[in-house]
Structure formats: structure tokens, C-alpha cells
């Protein structure tokens, strides 16, 4: 009888979600080493191979492929099945692995998360920002790799998820005090094609909105300086010159240097909270998402 851990079934597909035993150890904050002998235990014990390590960057074999579904289904029953008696404990515990962005818009994000994290002290949070933008997140929803997440202008929506508005904000052209359009009353997307833009990558869900509302006016953006940052970093870039940027409204007025020009027609930032099914969801995950919709709706 083959003889395999929790632990090892944990180690296995956080190798496998990102394809890198350093970055799988700092995020389930385990040493490398470990990681790497309790995986190769587990395909000892399995008698195959879950990994091909002959390239530069290790990929999934077919067996770990589908091992890999397997074992998120163990995962999601081991917890499930811990988190069932915690009405008996009289708090709730377990984990929550909560995808988020690189802003929150209106919502004060941090401060529900202090607050449940003084009402369920026993519950471990876990946050993740992807630097591949939010849109990864729903196919980590799926495979149980995340309990929850927070996405912007979600490209798709599988049937197994459940997705919520949480908020609009209308997007604003950010630029300098001396750029021509600054103290006019609004300006059109069309009129902005020859602007040298300042934005995030093409995976993002803020660029794929502007990049929607240059493609519906009929001419192409021009994104010269890519940022994988936060709206701080643009705002940076705008103000030393180097081009001009789209930002919610919320994010624009935190930058009382720069000017903010509503557009003619408002393209709006949509942010909606992702979760698995109800009957997939924990206690504590179901908790968390509550504390989240009531500040949405403050």
C-alpha cells in the first residue's frame, strides 16, 4: 500500500501551480531543500516520474498532470472536512488563500482584512498578487489553488465560479498640469492615439480595458512604458515626462500634482470578487467573502 502525506500532496501542487521549486517554497514558506526531497519521496513512494527536470524550466509529466487533479481533490476534502468541525471548537479555522490586486478602488481592503484576522485569529490568511495580472487567478480558483480573489475585468466566466460586482469606477487620463489637454472638461479616447502611454502589461486587466476602448474607437494605443506596479509608479512616470496614463478615479486623486481628465465616454474599471461554488467554499473562505461584500455595498 503506497503510504502518501497530506504534506506531500501540498508540496506537489504548489510545485506544480508555478512550475518553480523556489518561488512554490516561498510561498508555502517551507525551505527548498525540503521541498525538493519531500516531492522526490512522493514520486519514489508513487513509482513515476511527476516532474521533468531536463529543461530549464520543469514542467509537468503526463502522469503528474494527472496526479496534479488528484490531489487538489484530496487537499480540498482534507480541509473541508477539517473546517466541518470548527462550529464545535467555536471559532473558525483553517486557511484562506486570497488572491489580490494592485488596488482596491473605494474599498478599504486592508482594513477588512485586520478585522477578520482579529475575529478569527485561527484562521491563516494568505495573500497572493500575481504578476501576471488577476485574470491567472480563475483558473487557480478551479483547481483549488485559491479559495478567493478579487479580479479585475475578468476576460471569461466558467460556470463553476461564482462572480461578483463588487465595484465600478470610471477611468480618468492622467497627465501633467502643462499637457494640452489638462484643463479641458473631458477628452475623447480617439483623440488620444498619439499619446505616449504609461500603463501595465497586456495581461492586465486595466490594460485590456483601454486597450477595448482604443479598439471600439477605431485606432490603436500607444504603450510605450509597460509597469508591473503598483498606480504610484505610473504617477512617477507621468510626472518626469515620460508619457501620459489611464487610472480609476479613486487612484488619479491620490496624485494632486497630475491632472485627471474625465473621458467623453466613460469606460468603466469593473472589479468583481471570484469564488468556487457554495459547496466548495469553507467556513472561513465564506466568512472572508461576506466581511468583503458588506464593505463593497459601505
Known amino acids: 500500500m503506497i503510504a502518501v502525506e497530506l504534506r506531500q500532496l501540498e508540496h506537489f501542487v504548489a510545485v506544480a501551480g508555478e512550475l518553480s521549486f523556489t518561488r512554490a517554497a516561498h510561498r508555502i514558506h517551507v525551505v527548498q531543500s525540503a521541498l525538493s526531497t519531500s ?4 514520486e519514489r513512494e508513487l513509482g513515476v516520474r511527476l516532474f521533468d527536470r531536463s529543461r530549464q524550466q520543469i514542467t509537468l509529466t503526463p502522469a503528474g498532470e494527472r496526479f ?3 490531489a487538489q481533490g484530496v487537499l480540498r476534502s482534507a480541509r473541508s472536512a477539517a473546517d466541518s468541525v470548527a462550529e464545535f471548537r467555536g471559532s473558525l479555522s483553517g486557511t484562506v488563500e486570497f488572491g489580490s490586486l494592485i488596488s482596491f478602488g473605494p474599498m478599504d481592503v486592508a482594513r477588512v482584512l ?8 485561527f ?4 495573500l497572493r498578487l500575481d504578476q501576471s495580472g488577476a485574470s491567472a487567478y480563475l483558473g ?4 483549488g489553488a485559491l479559495d478567493l480573489a478579487l479580479v479585475s475585468v475578468p476576460d471569461r466566466r466558467p460556470a463553476q465560479l461564482d462572480l461578483r460586482l463588487m465595484f465600478e469606477e470610471p477611468m480618468t487620463f492622467v497627465c501633467r498640469t502643462d499637457h494640452p489637454a ?8 480617439g483623440e488620444l492615439a498619439d499619446e505616449d502611454l504609461v500603463g501595465f502589461p497586456p495581461q492586465f486587466g486595466l490594460r485590456r480595458l483601454m486597450d477595448g476602448a482604443f479598439h471600439a474607437a477605431g485606432v490603436q494605443p500607444r504603450t510605450r512604458y509597460e509597469v508591473p506596479a503598483g498606480f504610484a509608479a505610473l504617477a512617477d512616470l507621468v510626472a518626469h515626462g515620460l508619457g501620459t496614463a489611464f487610472m480609476p478615479a479613486c487612484e488619479a486623486a491620490r496624485f494632486p500634482d497630475l491632472v485627471a ?33 458588506r464593505e463593497a455595498r459601505g
Open 123 to 126: 484562521v491563516a490568511l494568505r
Open 68 to 70: 496534479r487533479g488528484h
Open 140 to 143: 487557480a480558483l478551479l483547481e
Open 39 to 42: 516531492v522526490a519521496k512522493l
Open 182 to 189: 489638462a484643463p479641458r472638461a473631458d477628452v475623447g479616447v
Open 261 to 293: 481628465v474625465p473621458l467623453t465616454r466613460p469606460v468603466l474599471w469593473q472589479v468583481y470578487l471570484a469564488a468556487p461554488q457554495a459547496e466548495r467554499v469553507s467556513p472561513a473562505t465564506a466568512e472572508l467573502a461576506a466581511m468583503l461584500q
Open 114 to 121: 485586520g478585522d477578520f484576522h482579529r475575529a478569527h485569529p
